[in-house]
């Protein structure tokens, strides 16, 4: 036998697995497989919500106002982004983009229609 070649009862002198418990180290090698090919079974199984990705949160100490206007102006850049751009098209793709402007601009109006009914907190 090379010195490549186990038999299945000799044990590799340098494996960190010699001396674990083979219950438990299956049982980790089973939330692993879960983790990376079911991960919809691992949420399902969780009590509680899934955290959001804290990257993407609005600062939750922000009060309404700000975030409304904070919107307005997020939307209002993204139709002015929009129109430049769809200059640039041929007709048939300007037409398309145009048309989510549109889109676009009617969620800013709903916005400002928002921000303009909040009541100030004193």
């Not at 590799?12 to 983790?35: G, T, V």
């Not at 402007?101 to 907190?121: I, R």
Request: hydrophobic residues 40%.
């Amino acid at each position: 036998m090379n010195n490549q070649e186990f038999r299945h009862d000799q044990t590799d002198p340098a494996s960190p697995y010699e001396s674990l418990d083979s219950k438990k180290f299956h049982e980790a090698a089973e939330r692993a497989l879960d983790h990376y090919l079911n991960p919809a079974a691992q949420i399902m199984a969780s009590n509680h919500e899934p955290e959001p990705e804290p990257m993407f949160l609005a600062n939750p100490k922000y009060d309404t106002e700000s975030l409304l206007a904070n919107a307005s102006e997020s939307l209002g850049s993204a139709t002015t982004m929009l129109s430049n751009f769809a200059a640039l098209l041929e007709n048939s793709h300007r037409k398309t983009l145009l048309g989510i402007t549109q889109v676009v601009m009617l969620g800013e109006l709903a916005v400002n229609q928002a921000l303009d009914k909040v009541e100030l907190k004193e």
